[in-house]
């Protein structure tokens, strides 16, 4: 195992199951640990059933679009991101995905790193 630098193949991560790739949630051990930064990618045909309105005590949320277009709920303004734009969501900023066009594919980043800051808003 090299621990001076890591590659790792996005889609093959996704086909695997994986969206969070690199993170604290990951074994100390394994070279996709990282204490100070989250990092996912998704390849979505639909928002996912499991996401809920919610907000991160401690952590901003970076969504690149490397494909495709999706429309956000940011505090009650429905926000429209396209391929080739990065969409910034503050912490403590409640936020929830409507809509994604299919095939669209999201580099998704968390700084800092904090398991346990999410919280979903009930309905």
């Given at each position: 195992?090299?621990?001076?630098?890591?590659?790792?193949?996005?889609?093959?991560?996704?086909?695997?199951?994986?969206?969070?790739?690199?993170?604290?949630?990951?074994?100390?051990?394994?070279?996709?640990?990282?204490?100070?930064?989250?990092?996912?990618?998704?390849?979505?045909?639909?928002?996912?059933?499991?996401?809920?309105?919610?907000?991160?005590?401690?952590?901003?949320?970076?969504?690149?679009?490397m494909s495709g277009?999706?429309?956000?709920?940011?505090?009650?303004?429905?926000?429209?991101?396209?391929?080739?734009?990065?969409?910034v969501v503050r912490?403590?900023?409640?936020?929830?995905?409507?809509?994604?066009?299919?095939?669209?594919?999201?580099?998704?980043?968390?700084?800092?790193?904090?398991?346990?800051?999410?919280?979903?808003?009930?309905?």
């Open positions: 195992m090299n621990t001076k630098y890591t590659v790792v193949n996005l889609e093959s991560e996704r086909a695997k199951g994986r969206k969070w790739i690199f993170g604290p949630f990951r074994p100390q051990e394994d070279t996709t640990f990282s204490a100070t930064l989250e990092l996912g990618y998704v390849n979505l045909n639909e928002v996912e059933t499991t996401d809920q309105l919610h907000f991160h005590t401690t952590a901003e949320e970076y969504y690149v679009m277009y999706m429309r956000i709920n940011v505090e009650s303004e429905i926000i429209e991101v396209s391929a080739g734009e990065v969409l912490s403590n900023t409640e936020h929830l995905i409507l809509y994604v066009q299919p095939n669209t594919r999201i580099l998704l980043l968390k700084s800092p790193a904090s398991t346990g800051d999410k919280v979903v808003i009930a309905r």
